[in-house]
């Protein structure tokens, strides 16, 4: 793990259940309201950690990939709030996520993660979490989450402790 600057850690995930699992310890610090923008190329591990941040916010079932669909909506029992999970892989800018009404959903008051959030990065809230992944290997990923806004540095900070400590 490197810490780089107060906004922003680094580091390694040595496999899919390793990813799997911090994104559990981020989806169990998950209020409502959070904006996670999940960065990185095809088969880099964006899917396979919002599947984690899904099981630590209390989704029970399976979490699929929103590529051909746009979007997938997700509720924890007994609970209203919801978790959206977008893709805007097929996206061709911010005008057409603009134009889809997109923007309601990520300042809807729900969780919202992004995968491919840099075709929309101009509609984007400028607070949120912004997480790239990097595949290193067939199963390494290199992880660097950056924290924008207050509220993202709180989470940020929490997030460091729960998943290593200190």
Do not use: N
């Not at 950690?49 to 007994?78: C, D, K, M, N």
């Not at 977008?86 to 995968?115: F, H, K, N, Q």
């Not at 290193?136 to 989450?145: A, C, I, K, N, S």
């Amino acid at each position: 793990m490197a810490i780089l600057d107060e906004h922003t850690l680094e580091f390694i995930s040595r496999s899919p259940e390793q990813t799997r699992r911090l994104g559990v310890r981020l989806g169990e610090l998950l209020r409502g309201g959070e904006l996670i923008c999940l960065e990185g190329e095809l088969g880099a591990g964006k899917t396979c950690l919002t599947q984690g941040v899904a099981a630590g916010w209390g989704v029970t079932g399976p979490v699929q990939s929103p590529t051909f669909i746009i979007i997938h909506e997700y509720h924890r029992p007994g609970d209203r709030q919801k978790l959206h999970h977008v893709d805007l892989y097929r996206m061709s800018g911010p005008a057409e996520a603009w134009a889809l009404g997109l923007d309601d959903v990520w300042t809807s008051g729900d969780v919202c993660i992004i995968e491919w959030p840099e075709r929309a990065q101009d509609i984007l809230p400028g607070e949120r979490l912004w997480i790239r992944l990097t595949a290193l290997g067939e199963t390494r990923r290199m992880l660097r989450v950056v924290a924008e806004g207050k509220c993202y540095h709180t989470l940020l900070q929490e997030f460091r402790r729960a998943a290593f400590g200190g």
